[in-house]
Protein backbone atom coordinates (compact mmCIF):
# COMPACT_ATOMS: atom_id res chain seq x y z
CA UNK A 1 0.00 0.00 0.00
CA UNK A 2 2.65 2.50 1.11
CA UNK A 3 6.20 2.21 0.07
CA UNK A 4 9.25 4.07 0.64
CA UNK A 5 12.70 4.17 -0.94
CA UNK A 6 15.67 5.73 0.45
CA UNK A 7 18.52 7.17 -1.54
CA UNK A 8 20.97 9.08 -1.04
CA UNK A 9 23.69 7.31 0.97
CA UNK A 10 27.80 6.62 0.06
CA UNK A 11 30.89 6.71 1.96
CA UNK A 12 32.26 10.45 3.30
CA UNK A 13 34.82 11.44 5.03
CA UNK A 14 34.49 12.81 8.97
CA UNK A 15 33.29 16.57 9.02
CA UNK A 16 31.41 16.13 5.61
CA UNK A 17 28.25 16.33 4.79
CA UNK A 18 25.60 14.09 3.18
CA UNK A 19 22.05 14.08 2.35
CA UNK A 20 19.26 11.23 2.25
CA UNK A 21 15.78 11.32 0.46
CA UNK A 22 13.05 9.04 1.20
CA UNK A 23 10.71 8.96 -1.80
CA UNK A 24 6.97 7.49 -0.78
CA UNK A 25 4.51 5.72 -3.39
CA UNK A 26 1.04 4.26 -2.77
CA UNK A 27 -1.31 6.13 -0.48
CA UNK A 28 0.47 9.36 -0.52
CA UNK A 29 -2.20 11.24 0.82
CA UNK A 30 -1.94 9.08 4.05
CA UNK A 31 1.90 9.60 4.14
CA UNK A 32 1.22 13.10 3.84
CA UNK A 33 -1.28 12.90 7.09
CA UNK A 34 1.89 10.98 8.53
CA UNK A 35 4.72 11.84 10.90
CA UNK A 36 7.76 11.21 9.57
CA UNK A 37 11.25 9.79 10.57
CA UNK A 38 14.58 8.78 9.98
CA UNK A 39 15.95 5.88 12.08
CA UNK A 40 19.33 4.52 12.15
CA UNK A 41 21.18 0.85 13.23
CA UNK A 42 24.45 -0.41 12.93
CA UNK A 43 25.79 -3.73 13.48
CA UNK A 44 24.78 -4.72 17.05
CA UNK A 45 23.11 -1.91 18.14
CA UNK A 46 19.61 -1.20 18.72
CA UNK A 47 17.29 1.04 16.14
CA UNK A 48 17.26 4.16 17.09
CA UNK A 49 15.49 7.32 15.99
CA UNK A 50 17.26 10.31 14.81
CA UNK A 51 14.74 12.47 13.51
CA UNK A 52 11.14 13.17 13.16
CA UNK A 53 9.40 15.46 11.35
CA UNK A 54 5.16 16.01 11.65
CA UNK A 55 2.80 16.89 9.00
CA UNK A 56 3.10 20.63 9.88
CA UNK A 57 6.36 20.53 9.75
CA UNK A 58 7.41 20.53 13.51
CA UNK A 59 10.71 18.73 13.99
CA UNK A 60 12.73 16.82 16.25
CA UNK A 61 16.24 15.21 16.79
CA UNK A 62 18.25 12.95 19.33
CA UNK A 63 20.45 15.07 21.12
CA UNK A 64 23.56 13.45 19.03
CA UNK A 65 22.54 14.48 16.26
CA UNK A 66 21.06 18.34 17.55
CA UNK A 67 22.93 21.04 14.95
CA UNK A 68 24.00 19.04 13.08
CA UNK A 69 20.85 17.32 11.32
CA UNK A 70 18.27 18.25 9.54
CA UNK A 71 15.47 16.66 8.84
CA UNK A 72 12.78 18.04 5.99
CA UNK A 73 9.45 17.08 3.87
CA UNK A 74 8.64 17.84 0.56
CA UNK A 75 4.70 17.02 0.63
CA UNK A 76 4.40 18.16 -2.95
CA UNK A 77 6.95 15.52 -4.11
CA UNK A 78 5.86 13.44 -1.38
CA UNK A 79 9.43 12.85 0.08
CA UNK A 80 11.23 13.33 3.17
CA UNK A 81 14.97 14.12 3.66
CA UNK A 82 17.72 14.38 6.07
CA UNK A 83 20.54 16.44 5.54
CA UNK A 84 23.71 15.04 7.35
CA UNK A 85 26.43 17.93 8.41
CA UNK A 86 29.19 17.31 10.05
CA UNK A 87 29.70 13.68 9.88
CA UNK A 88 31.50 11.99 12.71
CA UNK A 89 32.35 8.34 12.05
CA UNK A 90 29.73 7.19 14.93
CA UNK A 91 27.16 8.49 12.30
CA UNK A 92 28.13 5.04 10.12
CA UNK A 93 25.02 2.88 10.16
CA UNK A 94 21.77 1.87 7.97
CA UNK A 95 19.53 5.00 8.10
CA UNK A 96 15.99 3.57 7.58
CA UNK A 97 12.75 6.72 6.49
CA UNK A 98 9.31 5.99 8.44
CA UNK A 99 6.39 7.10 8.49
CA UNK A 100 4.36 7.22 12.11
CA UNK A 101 0.46 6.09 12.56
CA UNK A 102 -0.99 8.43 15.61
CA UNK A 103 -2.27 5.35 17.19
CA UNK A 104 -0.19 2.69 15.36
CA UNK A 105 3.12 3.28 15.62
CA UNK A 106 5.97 3.52 13.08
CA UNK A 107 3.81 1.31 10.36
CA UNK A 108 5.86 2.18 7.12
CA UNK A 109 9.77 1.21 6.62
CA UNK A 110 12.16 1.92 3.67
CA UNK A 111 14.40 -0.65 2.98
CA UNK A 112 17.62 1.30 4.07
CA UNK A 113 20.43 3.47 2.78
CA UNK A 114 24.08 2.76 4.10
CA UNK A 115 26.15 5.71 5.87
CA UNK A 116 29.48 4.99 6.44
CA UNK A 117 31.78 8.02 7.48
CA UNK A 118 35.18 7.24 7.52
CA UNK A 119 37.85 9.24 10.25
Known amino acids: QVQLVESGGGLVQAGGSLTLSCAASGSIFSINAMAMGWYRQAPGNQRELVAA???????NYVDFVQGRFTISRDNAKNAVYLQMNSLKPEDTAVYYCAAHSENRGWIHWGQGAQVTVSS
Open 53 to 59: ITSGGST
